[in-house]
């Protein structure tokens, strides 16, 4: 069974940073994608965030430049690092991953993703 656990959640004032980290088990994907998604309550859960097999990255326009997605498979571990942190940016984090093919681009869409960590809620005040 994959299992994904998230950490790293915490609050934080305007302007200071924060890194999560999901630790994955239980998966033997060659290739796969890598997501970190993020939802407020009454709103659609959002994707942040994307790393394939390759390293390739990929971000939502309102965290390019500042959050950055980040894999070590030694440890079967993602990360985000998250600076110059917002209001707009508190939310439930999620991670995801997803066997996906090398010549594919990782997924944007929430349906895109099998298998989800249960979340950490990052809080940024002003």
Sequence with gaps: QVKLVESGGGSVQTGGSRK????????????????WFRQVPGKER?????????????YVDTVEGRFTISEDNAKNTLYLQMNDLKPDDTAMYYC???PVPASRYCPRQL?????WGQGTQVTVSS
């Design 96 to 98: 995801a991953i997803e």
């Design 46 to 58: 959002e994707w942040v965030a994307a790393i394939d097999s390759d390293g390739r990255t990929t």
């Design 20 to 35: 999560l980290s999901c630790v994955g088990s239980g998966y033997r994907y060659t290739d796969h994608c890598w997501a």
């Design 111 to 115: 349906g895109g993703y099998s298998v």
